[in-house]
T-cell receptor, first 114, second 114 residues
């Protein structure tokens, strides 16, 4: 089982609140990712990082921001949560190099904004 | 347009029966294809991965096949168990960018009944 963790697992919060979703991995992976997934739909990449101090936006536009100050830690922040942000957020990591570049996923955070 | 299409969208089978899930893709250039299993409320877990030169790959009761010419893959589950109930996601990777972009299908929701 992959050593990648997300907290909280579930979060219900009111509109306008600032939230931070935590993601950490102990595998020493350089690459980390944030995905958004709605029920019955495919995963959409919203942020990724190749290493410390490297962050990029993914394919799906998101109002969230990320930071990568430490290799093992890749938190996602929403400054002002809205009901449209209700979704499941999945964090993943992968090694640099190699042909397969398998991503290992955390358990996810299910966010509900009222 | 790079896409991954999976069928059926959902499937119900009885415990002990076999089933086959389908994946068609248009991703180019092709690097590899993965099948992930995602339990409800959890992150996806990799089952198999196949590169261009591989036609079949097994992982216990799971056997994946790949036809790179027709851009089709299948995942065959033998002697299904209740714990096989999950969403099975086909993921195709390209090497057209430095990111090694992943394209996700929407998954097949498999339910195994006793």
């Amino acid at each position: 089982e992959a050593d990648i963790y997300q907290t909280p697992r579930y979060l219900v919060i009111g509109t306008g609140k600032k939230i931070t979703l935590e993601c950490s991995q102990t595998m020493g992976h350089d690459k980390m990712y944030w995905y958004q997934q709605d029920p019955g739909m495919e995963l959409h990449l919203i942020h990724y990082s190749y290493g410390v101090n490297s962050t990029e936006k993914g394919d799906l536009s998101s109002e969230s921001t990320v930071s990568r100050i430490r290799t093992e830690h890749f938190p996602l922040t929403l400054e002002s949560a809205r009901p449209s942000h209700t979704s499941q957020y999945l964090c993943a990591s992968s090694e640099t190099g190699g042909q397969t570049d398998t991503q290992y996923f955390g358990p996810g955070t299910r966010l509900t904004v009222l | 347009k790079n896409q991954v299409e999976q069928s059926p969208q959902s499937l119900i089978i009885l415990e002990g029966k076999n089933c086959t899930l389908q994946c068609n893709y248009t991703v180019s250039p092709f690097s590899n294809l993965r099948w992930y299993k995602q339990d409800t409320g959890r992150g996806p877990v990799s089952l198999t991965i196949m590169t261009f030169s591989e036609n079949t790959k097994s992982n216990g009761r799971y056997t994946a096949t790949l036809d790179a010419d027709t851009k089709q893959s299948s995942l065959h589950i033998t002697a299904s168990q209740l714990s096989d109930s999950a969403s099975y996601i086909c993921v195709v990777s390209d090497r057209g960018s430095t990111l090694g972009r992943l394209y996700f299908g929407r998954g097949t929701q498999l339910t195994v009944w006793p």
